[in-house]
């Protein structure tokens, strides 16, 4: 089993900037992707940003193309999320979840992650 633990998150301006980090333990080999879910209060969580545990697919929302970028440390078996020009709709509780089933590309609905993480608060004020 793959076990998530995210961290990172907090209260910033408007503007300002996070960075969320993800770490992965367990059996860390069965990860093909690792994915950043947002859940805002009363909305359905969605795909925020992914990245193949292996290779360089990412894949990002539209709506943070530009300003979050993911990527990965598999000697430190963490992925991060930076980012930057925070928005106050960008306020939500942050996940990342483990698929490990085998995709050539990044899935992007949450029923297609099997592991998650507990999740970590980012709000921003404006």
């Known amino acids: 089993q793959v076990q998530l633990v995210e961290s990172g998150g907090g209260l910033v301006q408007a503007g300002g900037s996070l960075r969320l980090s993800c770490v992965a333990s367990g059996r860390t080999f069965s990860i093909y992707v690792i994915g950043w879910f947002c859940q805002a209060p009363g909305k359905e969580r969605e795909l925020v940003a992914g990245?193949?545990?292996?290779?360089?697919?990412?894949y990002y929302a539209d709506s943070v193309k530009g300003r979050f970028t993911i990527s990965r440390d598999n000697v430190k078996n963490t992925v991060y999320l930076q980012m930057n020009s925070l928005k106050p709709e960008d306020t939500a509780v942050y996940y990342c979840?483990?698929?490990?089933?085998?995709?050539?590309?990044?899935?992007?609905?949450?029923?297609?992650?099997?592991?998650w993480g507990q999740g970590t608060q980012v709000t921003v004020s404006s």
């Open positions: 979840a483990a698929n490990s089933t085998y995709t050539p590309v990044v899935p992007t609905t949450a029923n297609d992650y099997d592991v």
């Open positions: 990245i193949r545990w292996v290779g360089s697919r990412t």
